[in-house]
């Protein structure tokens, strides 16, 4: 089943440009490697835990049931804008 926001090639587009920009900053003497990989490994964080509120919400898709209590239900369309932390 696929991720009802076609998440996978967009994220992995935005993780390879978020990539080089920090090498580039790097190259220019802008940043330490360590910043730059620590700065470009909290995003892929970030933006991992969005995925897998998506992934909560494909299977609430198909159990209409327990839909109430499904991630767009309780947080809407833009769970990063929220708490990500349910339980």
């Known amino acids: 089943m696929t991720f009802h926001r076609g998440q996978g090639g967009n994220l992995a587009i935005k993780d390879a440009k978020e990539f080089v920009t920090q090498m580039v900053a790097v190259h220019q003497r802008e940043t330490s490697l360590e910043d730059a990989v620590n700065s470009y490994d909290k995003g892929v964080v970030e933006r991992g835990e969005e995925v897998e509120i998506s ?21 809407g369309i833009k769970p990063a804008a929220r708490d990500t932390k349910t339980p």
């Open 55 to 75: 992934k909560k919400q494909a299977f609430a898709f198909h159990d209409y049931e327990n839909f109430d209590d499904s991630p767009v239900a309780k947080m």
